[in-house]
């Protein structure tokens, strides 16, 4: 069996015809498999699934924002307060169900023994979310 054109002529010169039947053939078989294959991926297996109930989502906690100003001031929620006011909301906050987060905002030039008074009050009387809020830094492009 040889391969070549239909030309009988005993000339060697290169094959110029591409042989598709061997493509034509793979192609066959794979619109065969294709055309079985095909009804058994749209069937369905019934299934008899449990009802679960899904717990509620769980509210977001309320946050309380405890300012320090340079001076030393203490702020409850933008209302100037004292140590021991400050200690007895802490304390009624912490029982809180569920507990707020307290977000400590101090002015740059806060003493840092006034910014760690205020922490351990709040460890001290229960509150175990504690934030820090800052600022932004300032980018040239914003201006801001």
Known sequence: MSF??????????????INVTPMVDVMLVLLVIFIITAPLFTHAVKLDLPQATAAPTPEKPETISVAIDGAGTLFWNDVATTVPELDQKMRLAAKRTPQPELQLRADKSTRYEVIAQVMAAAQG???TRLGFVTEPKATPATGR
Do not use: T
């Open 4 to 17: 070549g054109g239909f030309n009988d002529s005993k000339q060697q010169a290169p094959m110029a015809e």
């Open 125 to 127: 009387n229960g509150m």
